[in-house]
């Protein structure tokens, strides 16, 4: 039963959250009750969420039934029964009225010294195909899983430190305002069965807690689930394994026959903080999210029974931590998003929506150039010349001659002078630093199992001497130069080692764990110090700001015609998972790997055409480039140019790194286009048209203005010329002539 409770204000409920595993010492501990709760009632869907989403607050209520509770911001919904033990028996996506639950399982699997537990759930459904209110009543508890003890509503905690220094977003908010539910349970009663021996050994397992832990986001369908494990036993325990989510979720279609060809999973986007690996968010998570068949399932229709209808969220291998008495065990944190359209563009901005509000840093957007030389000479007209133009950080880039890893007094005294000066001129100052792909020798690399290999041929252990030495320099130069960015070539890809090296790494198992832990502490110590970060890998919910947008490197080697169309379809492309600010993009002022003078724009004044060019392609739809060269004007023409250029961003910096709706992809045989939109903005949007032909381009372009929130008209001007009245058709669209020069870019201003 569940101990009475007065309602306690948010503050208090902060504290008890600091406090709740030693709140536990006693399975009646409970700090909540249903009774306490507001009760339910449904809200209209007054406005798209995507729009304004200031109606959809998120909190815990009661409903009229005893033992239940619901997470619901009137978007998404989640609800409990609490006897005769916990479990979620629905899921619903509010936003498009689908249900999402199609049965009950355990809230959560713990491994613990060897023995499968798990955590809540319910037994006794007959059909697995959906789930009926009345079979819920007659469902019974497992007698070997952890037993609900109670729960507490609190606010979201934030899970790092964000020192925010570059205001690119004011609106951005840390951490993300919403509810937070944290269910406890206790370990299932010892059986009288057992040895004397094992009866023992079993009792001190009595005084471990599990903690499932929910964060319901406020204004978007956003949940985040996590567990932690509590040892209260006077000995340590080993947590061998853990799945943090089990949804038996609806299936998205219904194939009789497996033929081979892929199959479709839930419209649902699972994403996790234990991710590495990739550029994008399905391949990054590829550790932790696994669509699987569920063998419960009997009725499917698939005829082997393999659709893939049950997430399971966990990591492929260990993580076989050890926990101390009195210690806590945290595992990776994930985050659902069902999405309510099957659209492109609809689940686009939802995803992006998702990464400003978990992830909001990743709003942080500086002009930054890569600086070919870090020679004095070339670093003072570096900074002076970013300064001049309006660019904003300096990165001392790879080849430079700068390392990062030379922890000599007098390096660091010099690269302290470098960020003094830099910073007088109002520019940021970091540099480059090569990690995974490449081998340190003397028993510090990581070994590999039989048969495999380091993603990228080499890597360093993490967890080895040698990786523990690399990151306390890597913190010493931060702290003793005042650099404020880094860009770690190669972050660690998830690769498996199978070496011993204490006390951090006890082996195979937990090598992927262990690795994890080191790169994401390091990061969010970085985070926490205001420390950019350019990390071409997934890192971004663990602190990173950017990744690269999506390129391959040698492309940059191609004459510079063929750089303009490639900058702005790799744009569009990475802009499906990414917002403008999430992703770089490069411009190779000297040569990069190969391509000679026809690749490459120095001497600048002499190609002055295509270096607007690059500007206008990266500028004009929000993403910064690494601008890599000795400089970036030879000229007072190239100087005005890149000025102007900049200019222009600035004054449109707001709307050009809002959303993005995708128009016509470049292909250089017509006009091709995207629009900025953000119903909170004056202008409310911003498109962009380009013309990569040699020949002016007239043309009629439909675009739909439905995401700048207008309905009825639209004020629209053409550059900085007068605004003309341009009625919405019924599906939001205007019919806009555009008139563009050859190879050359125009914008028209949405009001």
């Known amino acids: 039963m569940l101990t009475p409770c007065p309602l306690r204000p948010f503050a208090q409920l902060l504290l008890l959250a600091t406090v709740a595993?030693?709140?536990?010492?006693?399975?009646?501990?409970?700090?909540?009750?249903?009774?306490?709760?507001?009760?339910?009632?449904?809200?209209?869907?007054?406005?798209?969420?995507?729009?304004?989403?200031?109606p959809y607050t998120a909190n815990v209520y009661r409903t009229g039934q005893a033992d239940e509770i619901i997470l619901d911001n009137g978007l998404l919904r989640r609800t409990f029964r609490l006897t005769p033990n916990a479990a979620t028996v629905g899921f619903d996506n509010l936003a498009s009225g689908q249900a999402l639950l199609r049965a009950v399982k355990p809230e959560a699997i713990v491994t613990i010294d060897g023995v499968r537990y798990e955590v809540g759930g319910l037994k006794g459904q007959p059909d697995h195909a959906y789930l009926l209110p009345e079979w819920i009543d007659s469902m019974t508890a497992n007698p070997a899983a952890l037993q609900f003890a109670g729960f507490e509503v609190s606010r979201p905690q934030a899970r790092l430190t964000w020192k925010q220094v570059r205001h690119h977003a004011p609106e951005a908010k840390w951490p993300p305002p919403g509810v937070a539910l944290r269910m406890d349970y206790t370990m299932p009663p010892v059986a009288t069965d057992r040895s004397a021996e094992s009866r023992a050994n079993l009792a001190q397992l009595q005084k471990v807690r599990l903690s499932v832990h929910y964060e319901l986001y406020d204004g978007v369908p956003v949940l985040s689930?996590?567990?932690?494990?509590?040892?209260?036993?006077?000995?340590?325990?080993?947590?061998?394994?853990?799945t943090s989510e089990l949804l038996a979720a609806v299936e998205h279609s219904s194939a009789v026959e497996d033929r081979g060809t892929?199959?479709?999973?839930?419209?649902i986007h699972v994403q996790t903080d234990y991710a590495f690996g990739s550029f994008v968010p399905d391949q990054a998570n590829r550790y932790a999210v696994h669509w699987l068949a569920d063998p419960e399932y009997l009725t499917q229709v698939n005829y082997l029974r393999q659709t893939p209808c049950l997430l399971e969220i966990r990591p492929t291998l260990g993580p076989d931590q050890d926990v101390a008495p009195g210690g806590t065990f945290e595992s990776f944190r994930a985050f659902l998003l069902p999405y309510d359209s099957t659209d492109r563009e609809r689940k686009s901005l939802a995803l992006r929506r998702m990464h400003r509000v978990v992830a909001p840093w990743v709003t942080e957007n500086p002009l930054m150039m890569h600086v070919r030389w870090s020679d004095l000479k070339t670093v003072h007209r570096a900074i002076d010349q970013c300064a001049e133009v309006g660019f904003e950080m300096i990165i001392l880039t790879f080849g430079s001659g700068f390392n990062i890893e030379n922890d000599n007094s007098d390096y660091l005294a010099t690269m302290q002078g470098y960020a003094d000066a830099a910073?007088?001129?109002?520019?940021?100052?970091?540099?480059?630093?090569?990690?995974?792909?490449?081998?340190?020798?003397?028993?510090?690399?990581?070994?590999?199992?039989p048969g495999e290999r380091p993603t990228f041929g080499h890597c360093p252990a993490l967890t080895s001497s040698w990786g523990q030495d690399y990151f306390h320099k890597l913190t010493r130069f931060f702290d003793q130069t005042g650099f404020r960015l880094l860009e770690h070539d190669g972050s660690y890809p998830g690769d498996l080692d199978v070496t011993v090296r204490l006390p951090l790494q006890k082996g195979l198992l937990n090598s992927r764990w262990a690795q994890w832990k080191v790169i994401t502490g390091f990061y969010k110590h970085c985070r926490a110090q205001g420390i950019y970060l350019n990390v071409p890998d997934y890192y971004y919910l663990s602190g990173s700001n950017k990744c690269g947008m999506g390129y391959r490197e040698t492309n940059w080697s191609l004459p510079r015609a063929q750089q303009v169309l490639h900058t702005r379809q790799n744009i569009y492309d990475g802009t499906w998972t990414k917002t403008p600010s999430m992703?770089?993009?490069?411009?190779?002022l000297t040569q990069y790997q190969g391509g000679g003078s026809a690749a490459t724009i120095e001497p600048l004044d002499a190609h002055r055409d295509h270096y607007r060019r690059m500007l206008e392609s990266n500028l004009a739809f929000?993403?910064?480039?690494?601008?890599?060269?000795?400089?970036?004007y030879d000229t007072d023409r190239t100087r005005q140019l890149v000025k102007h250029s900049v200019d222009w961003f600035k004054k449109y910096r707001d709307i050009l790194e809002s959303d993005v709706i995708h128009g016509r992809?470049?292909?250089?045989?017509?006009?091709?286009?995207?629009?900025?939109?953000?119903?909170?903005?004056?202008?409310?949007?911003?498109?962009?048209?380009?013309?990569?032909?040699?020949?002016?381009?007239?043309?009629?372009?439909?675009?739909?203005?439905?995401?700048?929130g207008l309905a009825d008209n639209a004020q629209i001007r053409v550059g900085e010329g007068p605004l003309q009245t341009y009625p919405l058709d019924r599906k939001y669209r205007v019919s806009i002539p555009v008139e563009v020069e050859g190879q050359e870019m125009s914008y028209l201003v949405i009001e």
């Not at 001129?425 to 590999?448: F, H, M, P």
Request: aromatic share 8%.
């Open 21 to 54: 595993h030693a709140a536990l010492a006693d399975a009646k501990d409970s700090v909540c009750r249903v009774a306490d709760l507001p009760p339910l009632s449904d809200r209209p869907l007054t406005v798209d969420w995507l729009l304004d989403g200031s």
């Open 665 to 708: 992809r470049a292909d250089g045989r017509s006009l091709d286009w995207m629009l900025h939109v953000n119903p909170k903005l004056h202008p409310r949007g911003l498109l962009v048209v380009f013309n990569p032909s040699l020949e002016p381009i007239k043309k009629t372009l439909q675009i739909n203005l439905y995401y700048t």
């Open 622 to 632: 929000g993403v910064q480039a690494c601008y890599r060269g000795p400089r970036l």
């Open 225 to 242: 689930k996590w567990i932690t494990v509590h040892n209260g036993a006077d000995r340590k325990i080993t947590i061998d394994h853990f």
């Open 423 to 449: 910073r007088a001129k109002g520019i940021e100052i970091g540099g480059y630093s090569l990690l995974a792909s490449r081998s340190v020798g003397g028993g510090n690399d990581v070994v590999s199992p």
């Open 583 to 588: 992703g770089w993009m490069f411009v190779p």
């Open 262 to 267: 892929p199959k479709a999973v839930p419209n």
